[in-house]
């Protein structure tokens, strides 16, 4: 079935023009395995890229939420009850060497998450509709959020917030392009995109309002972290009164050499 027509039938089941489920389970199978995704970029640099939100997708993933009804499974030894299985239940070992991806024991990787070879998933959970590309880390007591999107090799460092969204449907997911360095107990929500080759600090809190500052030219953004970025937390006066300073991210140079080492991935822990 082409996705157009998949889109129409989500689009009817939607609006109740019609009742047949079957173009939901087919999107979330293809989400589960990597073939749809929840956004899709439009051109090959940052003069004309721009990121466009498959809101049928997310209709689906609410669709199903609404259709299927709450079961025990069994995780970790105790019994929990929810609509979404995990996405390796009942996995055995041949399952596993296809899929190309290592998941540590207590890793949480809910179905429709699609993980990419050679990535690494510590004791993280990971949420419906995401999507975590090849050779990324995600480490310990992280939160990949629903549809938020991760490139290749990235490291999501240990206690990390990478927000989802499934609502409003028109809202964007949080984006991390290839090569970026997410800091331990950082927190990337609200549809923030950190560009290609970005390294976040440890510590730093990024949402839509929050100013991102440039040191050398003293630019202010909001909602993007430009490519090849350092970017570290600060505080700026409020203006208001003297003693007050609220928090910002400070971008206080752009990745040499000696950084990208010092985040690079290593390869001998990959699959």
């Not at 996995?91 to 990787?109: K, L």
């Not at 990419?116 to 990949?144: C, P, R, W």
């Not at 629903?146 to 490291?155: L, N, P, V």
């Not at 910002?248 to 080492?261: E, G, L, N």
């Amino acid at each position: 079935m082409s996705e157009e027509n998949l889109e129409i039938q989500i689009e009817n089941l939607w609006s109740g023009k019609s009742n047949n489920t079957s173009c939901v389970d087919k999107i979330m199978s293809q989400l589960d395995s990597g073939k749809i995704r929840i956004t899709e970029k439009i051109g090959d640099n940052d003069n004309n890229k721009t990121y466009v939100v498959n809101e049928y997708v997310k209709k689906a993933i609410l669709l199903y939420f609404r259709n299927t009804q709450s079961k025990v499974m069994e995780f970790g030894g105790t019994s929990c009850f929810d609509k979404v299985p995990l996405k390796t239940t009942g996995w055995t070992e041949d399952n596993f060497i296809r899929a190309g991806f290592r998941a540590v024991p207590g890793a949480i990787i809910r179905y429709s998450a699609y993980i990419a070879k050679s990535a690494v998933i510590m004791q993280a959970f990971v949420n419906v509709g995401a999507f975590i590309d090849e050779g990324t880390m995600v480490d310990t007591n992280s939160l990949i959020g629903s549809c938020a999107q991760i490139g290749k090799r990235c490291h999501i460092s240990a206690g990390v917030n990478i927000g989802g969204v499934l609502e409003p449907l028109q809202a964007n997911p949080v984006i991390i392009e290839d090569d970026c360095f997410i800091g331990a107990g950082s927190s990337v929500m609200e549809g923030i995109i950190v560009e290609e080759g970005a390294v976040i600090s440890a510590g730093v809190s990024l949402t839509a309002s929050t100013k991102i500052i440039d040191r050398e030219s003293g630019e202010i953004t909001y909602g993007k972290i430009p490519a090849y970025s350092v970017v570290v937390p600060g505080v700026y006066s409020s203006g208001k009164i003297d003693s007050v300073s609220l928090a910002c991210a400070v971008i206080v140079k752009h990745s040499d050499a000696a950084t990208r080492k010092k985040t690079s991935i290593n390869e001998l822990l990959r699959f």
